[in-house]
């Protein structure tokens, strides 16, 4: 069965919306969790690290004002596109592992395929 | 800068022939590397590979590592149509805890009948 849940599945909106995606792991507890990006085409980069209870870590080039991340509980990390513009328009997917000596492969949510128009 | 490049970049072959779908790195502080197959959504985990020469095997699916020459090939053999796919090599280069990883570009295999 699924190890992540990821929702909504799909979203399209007007420029300048904020929109929420969340990411749910179900099978176990999740202090860490990670949100990629994915542009037509190409592969996945990594946005941030989600981290449960402290401020996630951002990668290079990824605005944090943009994109909020907050990780609340074990099993759930929620990413804010705030005023969402059309450049925004990717799929945006999340990542679980369990927790252990680090060697644990990351599980994929089915990602958000987001529009801005 | 950590680095993960696939080849060929596009695939196209018959149903039943063999496919070798390759992954070179460079990455610091290695800890794994991971193979992953991506149809319409999200990618679905195929192998994790640690140690250099141990074969990993699923079905027709098979996958090895070489850290010397820091590369790993998936094999399918007898394709079929579902096998279609992108499959991604990514790498975790994060010293402990849990993994970055660093994708590359990925594969597109299409399986023709």
């Known amino acids: 069965g699924a190890v992540v849940s990821q929702h909504p599945s799909r979203v399209i909106c007007k420029s300048g919306t904020s929109v929420k995606i969340e990411c749910r792991s179900l099978d176990f507890q999740a202090t860490t969790m990670f949100w990629y990006r994915q542009f037509p085409k190409q592969s996945l980069m990594l946005m941030a690290t989600s981290n449960e209870g402290s401020k996630a870590t951002y990668e290079q080039g990824v605005e944090k004002d943009k994109f909020l991340i907050n990780h609340a509980s074990l099993t759930l990390s929620t990413l804010t596109v705030t005023s969402a513009h059309p450049e925004d328009s990717s799929f945006y997917i999340c990542?679980?592992?369990?927790?252990?000596?680090?060697?644990?492969?990351?599980?994929f949510g089915d990602g958000t395929r987001l529009s801005i128009l | 800068e950590d680095k993960v490049v696939q080849s060929p970049l596009s695939l196209v072959v018959h149903e039943g022939d063999t496919v070798t779908l390759n992954c070179s790195y460079e990455v610091t502080n290695f800890r794994s590397l991971l193979w992953y197959k991506q149809e319409k959504k999200a990618p679905t985990f195929l192998f994790m590979l640690?140690?250099?020469?141990i074969e990993k095997k699923s079905g027709r699916l098979s996958s090895i590592l070489d850290k010397k020459e820091l590369f790993s090939i998936l094999n399918i053999t007898a394709t079929q149509t579902g096998d279609s796919a992108i499959y991604l090599c990514?790498?975790?280069?994060?010293?402990?805890?849990?993994?970055?990883?660093?994708f590359g570009q990925g594969t597109r295999l299409t399986i023709n009948p």
């Open positions: 640690t140690s250099s020469g």
């Open positions: 990514a790498v975790a280069g994060y010293p402990q805890g849990a993994q970055k990883l660093v």
């Open positions: 990542s679980v592992a369990r927790q252990g000596n680090g060697n644990q492969p990351q599980h």
